[in-house]
């Protein structure tokens, strides 16, 4: 106990004999209300004073808290591998000589992808900040940008051979997901293909940044839409989740980064700044190359019947 009392000597008694199954880090709640013994992770969601008192506590005592401790984490990503985006994509769709439509390209890192593999690119993107930082990218062949809707694609019926959705259905307005997905129908080939890939609303990187950016609810409603898809048309062929980790430098870098996708975060942003800095470093793992938040992601891979 970080404030010892003789009052709870026969308590501390009974943990320290105590025997568990297992491993795993313990919390000993000794406050009137909340006595008794709790595996860290079992709230089903950390409040800030949460938070706040882990992190506290481990910096107190020298320890890094890893996120299962301030969140349980879902079983069925929590196992799976650490992989590339592109390794992902290019594991479930051929790219080589295809028309592939990168819809929400925002900065065209998977655009430029596409083309490095052989495919010919177009990123889409409703927004003039997104496509001007794109076109400002060195270009690796003869990828395109233009702007355009995921619901009002601007492409011929039967065009193309492949539509992404990276990070970026949940984007669409929730009352246009369903014509977003009959849109890619429309301008897909005959057993065409369209890669669908969100993050899940779980994770390091999701509950460091859920104070400014909880897409829980959009993110959920994104996904029910992939499930009316056979109604524009589309026959499921897979659904596989994968662990992206990359770092991030400080989190000043994060900041920027967020910013220059949408400057209207930065007041926000600014407003739960301290909250945000805790969070960085109870969720962040510090490794040699950087900070690292593992992100799971959902790919759910559907032909045009």
Known sequence: PIHPNPRHKPLLATFAEESFEGEGVFLLTLSPGGRGLRRLGERSEPSRSWVRGIAGAA??????????????????????????????????????????????????HMTRYVTEQGGRAV??????????????????????YVEGAGENLPEPDGGADVVIYFNSLHHVPMDRLDDALSDAGRVLKPGGTLYIAEPVADGPMFWFQKAVNDETEVRALAYEAIGRAPAAGFEAVTETIYVADRPIGA?????????????????????????LRANFEAFGE????????????????????
């Open 59 to 108: 910096r107190v005592f020298s320890i890094r808290p890893w996120p299962g401790m301030l969140r349980p984490m879902s079983e069925d990503w929590k196992t799976a591998p650490v992989r590339t985006h592109g390794e992902v994509l290019s594991e479930h769709v051929p790219l080589a000589g295809k028309r592939v439509l990168d819809v929400g390209c925002g900065n065209g």
């Open 123 to 144: 990123g889409i993107d409703p927004g003039a900040r997104q496509l001007e930082r794109a076109r400002a990218e060195a270009r690796v062949g003869d990828e395109a």
């Open 251 to 275: 989190f000043e870098d994060w900041r920027d980064n967020s910013v220059s996708i949408n400057p209207a975060r930065a007041e926000k942003i600014a407003a739960h700044e301290a909250e």
């Open 286 to 305: 510090a490794r040699v190359d950087g900070v690292h938040f593992p992100q799971p992601i959902r790919v759910n891979v559907l032909r045009k019947t």
